[in-house]
């Protein structure tokens, strides 16, 4: 291995290092630095133990991911907006007589579980 090709591996090894030690300071310094966002099927799971039909029980997870979106100063992650547009999507073909409302839940449970076993 020639001298810069190790010169260039050192730095590699610094930075990643260096980005570690920055990762751990952060959360043991700055409270909600590294704070874990709820994921977006949690707010639906809420709503669902209050709501009987699917179109009330999208509305209500989309309503409350919103507003939990907004006290965390926009700081949700993209993977939830995929949750809030299947569920959308899920309540319209409802709407439009497209599916069931038992078929709509039981998509929305197995895309549920699904997300579930991701995190």
Known sequence: MSARACSVARTITFL????????IGCAAVLP???TIQKPAWEHYDDCAKQNLSFAAMAACGKQRRAAYCEANRGS??????AVVEYAD???QA????????????????AFRYGRADQH
């Open 94 to 109: 409802v709407s439009r007589h497209e599916i069931s409302e038992a078929e709509a839940q039981r998509k929305w449970m």
């Open 76 to 81: 949700c992650a993209p993977e939830g907006d």
């Open 32 to 34: 909600g630095c590294a």
């Open 16 to 23: 990643r290092v260096g980005a570690v030690a920055l990762a």
């Open 89 to 91: 999507s899920l309540a």
